[in-house]
């Protein structure tokens, strides 16, 4: 499988702190990119995804994301999180076929 | 709405015992995937299967097995047990065109004593 790095393991902030979390991917072709999140006890839903044009995409919550191909990054932003932000959250990329590959997680705790 | 539902939420099994997890989609989806879940690592790919029968190893295969039978059903399946598959395992599911999104279940707690 292809690699897919996020950079911050665990993120601690404050409500109404600006978040932006990190990922980058090694695969230098096509790729489609997500960012998936899990809230505490829940199953994992789309955030949001590119596949292709303009490369700022908006997801729902507020969530946007830049995808930049000369870095292979797809970070992901949003400008004033809230204490229900709290969850984890997962960069995928899409190599071929219909597979994905993942990368670690990050677990962003905002505190109230 | 994509339904993605798992048999179980939490199993608890002892080593050697073979085990059983189920996955249904109610979306007539082709490919459906079985991943688990590791603080650190991330969802790991285990199998995927694109149509009834067929399947394809993931990343990480070793000691498991799958059965497709029927689009809707996927199960996986570990022969034997052992505590290092203690783990969250998670199924997913999409159609085959160009959106690639995937669907999850909820996740199947297990812990292998």
């Known amino acids: 499988a292809q690699s897919v790095s996020q950079h911050n393991h665990h993120v601690i902030l404050s409500e109404a702190a600006s978040l932006e979390l990190g990922c980058n991917y090694s695969?230098?072709?096509?790729?489609?990119l997500f960012w998936y999140v899990q809230y505490p006890g829940q199953h994992l839903q789309l955030l949001l995804k590119?596949?292709?044009?303009?490369?700022l995409v908006k997801g729902i919550k507020g969530f946007e994301a830049e995808f930049i191909k000369s870095k292979f990054s797809f970070n992901l932003r949003k400008p004033s999180v809230q204490w229900s932000d709290t969850a984890e959250y997962f960069c995928?990329?899409?190599?071929?076929?219909?597979?994905?590959?993942f990368g670690a997680g990050t677990t962003v705790t905002v505190r109230a | 709405d994509v339904k993605v539902t798992q048999s179980s939420r939490y199993l608890v099994k002892r080593t050697g015992e073979k085990v059983f997890l189920e996955c249904v989609q109610d979306?007539?989806?082709?490919?459906m995937f079985w991943y688990r879940q590791d603080p650190g690592l991330g969802l790991r790919l285990i199998y995927f299967?694109?149509?009834?029968?067929?399947?394809e190893k993931g990343d990480i295969p070793e000691g498991y097995s799958v059965s497709r039978e029927k689009k809707e059903r996927f199960s996986l399946i570990l022969e034997s047990a052992s505590t290092n598959q203690t783990s969250m395992y998670l199924c997913?599911?999409?159609?085959?065109?160009?959106?690639?999104?995937?669907?999850f279940g909820p996740g199947t707690r297990l812990t292998v004593l």
């Open positions: 995928a990329v899409n190599y071929d076929d219909y597979k994905l590959s």
């Open positions: 695969y230098g072709g096509t790729v489609n």
């Open positions: 590119y596949f292709s044009g303009d490369p």
């Open positions: 979306m007539d989806h082709e490919n």
């Open positions: 299967s694109y149509d009834v029968k067929m399947k």
């Open positions: 997913a599911s999409n159609p085959m065109t160009a959106d690639i999104e995937q669907f």
